[in-house]
Structure formats: structure tokens, C-alpha cells
């Protein structure tokens, strides 16, 4: 357990030595959310739309946002030590790799922390107060939980995927274009068939079900959200579990 500790710790100073990226970004989120809110503004004004205000929408896009831009591209760097043997030396050593790689992701919650910070003082000037009883805090924080973990999730699979496909960035730019689309408009502005396809998709439960809760909370409909983070999350550890066995057996009948 030590040192899975002092791989959080390592890395945890490795990504505070780079604050001008951290800056860089909550500099891209504030542009995101500022273009949505004038767009959002420019097609509402103070009309309702699917049953949500112009700014319950503003606060769907920040939170969505902030889950998003927590996240980091571990995709990439799990692919290249694959690509590169790296990994052929990790499974020799007396670590686990995939609970290195969680290791290093868990990190991210000091990310997190400050942009949770900012999202919720650029909520309050861009879209004002939003109200939250006990309950619905708690659905949040547990479907936050579970969406921030369910994308870290689907980046190992996409890096893992290179023991099969040596070429995954193309996955990744299909998952990412998936998330994106529940990221920008609520899942309730489909038709129902196109409901019934992003249902069954677990880059459905990734911002949708956290935004969603924050800002129209429904103590029964929100249940079946979070069930369907954590069916989407066992999933795709599955599929996780299956593909590194695949390809930890491939190095060691062919070598590395």
C-alpha cells in the first residue's frame, strides 16, 4: 500500500509544477461557459425550454465543464507505455499497472477542488444562486463521485485498447465527441429514439446524470441516473479486466 502512496504523492508534485497549464484551463472553461451563456441567452432570454431556464442550463454546461476539464488525458500516456515496452517493465516490477494507473489519476482531485472553486463562483455570477436541499447534495456528490471515476474509466479503456489496436486515437476522438454531446444540451432535448440509443451508452452517464441532478433534482428519476453511472462503470471495468489480461498474455508468449 506504501507505494501506491508515494506514486499519488510523486505525481502530485509533478502536476503542481505546472500551474501555467492549470491556468490555461480554467481560462478555456470560463470560454465555454461564457459562449453557452450568451448563446443560451440569445435563444431563451427568460423562456423556458424542455422545462429548463436559461440559467439551470448554465449551471447543466459549468458542471458538465467541470467534470470534463478534471479529467486528464491518461488515454495517451497509458497507450505510448504500451506502445513504447513500457509496460513490459511495469509487470516485472512489484506494482500492479492498473493500480498504478488509478494511482496516478487520483490526483486529480486536487484539480478538482479548484475548479469545483471556480465553477460554482462563475454559477453565481453568470447564473445566480441555485437551490440545493441535504438530499440533493448528497445525490450529487455520489453521482459526481461516480461520473469523474466513470471517465477516468473509459480513458483506461481507450489506453488499454492499444495492446489491441495500436492506433486508438481514433476511439478516443468518438468517445470524447459522445460526452461532448450531453455536455452542451440535456438529454430530455432528443427525440425518444435517440433517448433510447444515449440510454443504453455509458457516455451518457458520464455529465448528464451529475448536471442533471444538480440543477432539477428528482428523487426517484435521479436513482436510476446513478444506477446506470455504476452498471456503466462495471462495464467497462470488465472490459478493462478482459483486455489487460488479453495483452499481458500477448507479452508473455511473444516476450514484450
Known amino acids: 500500500m506504501c507505494k501506491y502512496f508515494k506514486v499519488i504523492i510523486f505525481n502530485l508534485k509533478s502536476e503542481l509544477n505546472f500551474k ?9 472553461f470560463t470560454i465555454h461557459v461564457l459562449v453557452f451563456n450568451f448563446l443560451w441567452d440569445f435563444i431563451l432570454g427568460n423562456k ?3 422545462n429548463y431556464t436559461k440559467n439551470q442550463l448554465i449551471w447543466y454546461v459549468i458542471i458538465g465543464e467541470l ?3 478534471t479529467s486528464s488525458r491518461s ?5 505510448d507505455m504500451i506502445k513504447t515496452g513500457q509496460v513490459s517493465i511495469m509487470l516485472i516490477k512489484p506494482i500492479n499497472f492498473l493500480g498504478y494507473i488509478i494511482c496516478e489519476e487520483s490526483i486529480a482531485i486536487v484539480k478538482f477542488i479548484f475548479n469545483f472553486i471556480f465553477a460554482i463562483i462563475l454559477g453565481v455570477l453568470l447564473a445566480g444562486n441555485i437551490r ?11 453521482s459526481m463521485f461516480f461520473s469523474t471515476f466513470l471517465l477516468t474509466s473509459l480513458q483506461v479503456v481507450i ?3 492499444a495492446f489491441i489496436i495500436e492506433e486508438n486515437r ?4 468518438i468517445v470524447i465527441k459522445f460526452i461532448l454531446l450531453l455536455l452542451f444540451t440535456p438529454l430530455e432535448f432528443f427525440s425518444n429514439k435517440i433517448k433510447i440509443l444515449l440510454k443504453m451508452l455509458p457516455t451518457t452517464y458520464v455529465v448528464y446524470p451529475t448536471s442533471k441532478i444538480f440543477v432539477k433534482f428528482n428523487f426517484i428519476e435521479d436513482i ?4 446506470g453511472q455504476l452498471i456503466s462503470i462495471i462495464i467497462i471495468w470488465f472490459l478493462i479486466i478482459i483486455l489487460y489480461k488479453k495483452g499481458v498474455k500477448n507479452i508473455n508468449v511473444n516476450g514484450g
Not at 22 to 27: G, K, N
Not at 75 to 79: T, V
Request: glycine share 2%; aromatic share 24%.
Open 224 to 227: 436510476y441516473l446513478i444506477l
Open 132 to 142: 440545493l436541499n441535504f438530499i440533493n447534495i448528497i445525490y450529487f456528490s455520489l
Open 20 to 28: 501555467a497549464d492549470f491556468i490555461a484551463s480554467l481560462f478555456s
Open 67 to 69: 467534470i470534463t476539464y
Open 48 to 50: 423556458l425550454t424542455f
Open 170 to 173: 481514433a476511439i478516443y476522438n
Open 159 to 161: 489506453g488499454i485498447s
Open 75 to 79: 488515454y495517451k500516456k497509458i497507450s
